[in-house]
């Protein structure tokens, strides 16, 4: 497994990575997977949306959302999302590359891209879309066992998306599967989402 820091290793691993992309003719979104470049703690930046929105309202996602016209690409649009939800200055933020893309329940074609930023970064949460947004410590997910798997049903069969708990906090659905591929290629983590897990509650969507 690779140390747990932001290594430049670790960055050229995640940076060499080749992501699956999907040839669909849907809306697309992109979302940032904030990883802080703390040496000794790395944290990833989640949200939690606002129990008032009309989608996703109570979940806990990555900062992101559809693309606009004013966007010169996706890049784009995750920076202008993460700006626009938790404050993040686009200046701060260092590329390192890109995860597979994925689709939202709503039919969103989903790009994410992971940067890395500043461990002391202030955020600040837009509270027309967000009611909090806070760290979890990616040794978090190495260390504990997910609380629940949830089945989605795919075209190619079956997912088994992992579910945790951190604090008052539910990590599941499009989120997890985001940061399973990153648990995956950063660091050996052995999620295989395509196959039935044994002895944990699963719960059918």
Known sequence: MSELNLSPELCQRLASHTPSDMALDLPEAAVLVAVTNSPDEPEVILTRRAKHMNSHAGQVAFPGGKKDETD?????????????????????????????????????LVTPFIASVSSNVELIPNKEELDAIF???????????????????????????????????????????????????????????????????????
């Open 135 to 205: 760290n979890v410590p990616l040794s978090f997910f190495l260390e504990n066992l997910p609380d629940r798997y949830d089945r989605i049903r795919h075209p190619k069969g079956s997912l088994y998306i992992p579910c945790f708990f951190y604090d008052d906090y539910e990590i599941w659905g499009l989120s997890s599967l985001i940061l399973v591929e990153l648990l995956n290629v950063g660091f050996d983590a052995d999620y295989d989402v395509w196959s039935k897990p044994e002895a944990v509650e699963i719960r059918y969507l």
């Open 72 to 108: 010169i690409d996706l890049y784009s649009t995750a920076l202008r999302e993460a700006e626009e939800e938790i404050a993040l200055p686009r200046n701060t933020v260092k590329p390192i590359g890109r995860l597979s893309q994925v689709v939202s329940r709503q039919g969103i």
